[in-house]
């Protein structure tokens, strides 16, 4: 059936130093796509979206890329800090109630 | 800033009872949705509620499952006859008619024995 995953499970990287977090999607018809992060015990928490008419968008310290040409979207975190640190899911939004199909999470772990 | 609230925060019940799971969505919001968590998997659609009805439900959202709006700023997810399966963390979401972006709430985590 249609999915949305993530390609990596785990990621470390230096306080600082740049994120990148990657999700492949196999809905051709997915248009509008969502990164939430999700710290331990809380809700997930919207970061920033994205249309499929876009390529690109820029929030505040985040960028979110997406090539529908191989269905790839990709959160990169500017300046990484230790308060980034979570699980990050892309969802794509589907349905006539608008509702979410997350991928499986990358964990981020910032190092100090 | 305006949140949704989720009560109770850890729910332990035994096999075959009844439970029921409490949100407060934004007030001004229109869409309504729970999710389900089960540790360390993904997120997973339920069911969603607008206009006083169920517009969607996935495959999870079977007979055991029911949603109601009792009033003007309650929403709740009962399941009948809980099974151990049905131990996860449980979101309640809300949205405004005219956005896409979802509200969660801070989960009640539900224990089945």
């Known amino acids: 059936g249609e999915s949305v995953g993530l390609h990596l499970p785990t990621l470390s990287v230096q306080e600082g130093d740049n994120s990148i977090i990657n999700c492949a999607y196999s809905?051709?018809?997915?248009?509008?796509f969502i990164w939430y992060k999700q710290e331990s015990g809380k809700g997930p928490q919207f970061i920033i979206d994205?249309?499929?008419?876009?390529d690109k968008r820029q929030g505040q310290r985040v960028t979110v890329l997406l090539n529908k040409t191989v269905k790839h979207l990709s959160l990169q975190i500017a300046a990484t800090q230790p308060g980034d640190s979570a699980v990050y899911f892309c969802a794509d939004v589907s349905g006539s109630a608008r509702q979410l199909t997350f991928g499986s999470g990358t964990q981020l772990t910032v190092l100090p | 800033e305006p949140e949704v609230t989720q009560t109770p925060s850890h729910q332990v019940t035994q096999m075959g009872q009844e439970v029921i799971l409490r949100c407060v969505p934004i007030s001004n919001h229109l869409y309504f949705y729970w999710y389900r968590q089960i540790l360390g998997q993904k997120v997973e659609f339920l069911v969603s509620f607008y206009n006083n009805e169920i517009s969607e439900k996935s495959e999870i959202f079977d007979d055991q499952f029911s949603v109601e709006r009792p009033d003007g700023s309650n929403f709740t997810l009962k399941i009948r006859s809980t099974k151990l399966e049905d131990s996860a963390m449980y979101f309640c979401a809300s949205s405004e008619w005219y956005s896409y972006e979802q509200y969660f709430g801070p989960g009640t985590r539900l224990t089945v024995t």
């Open positions: 809905n051709s018809a997915s248009d509008y």
């Open positions: 994205i249309r499929s008419n876009m």
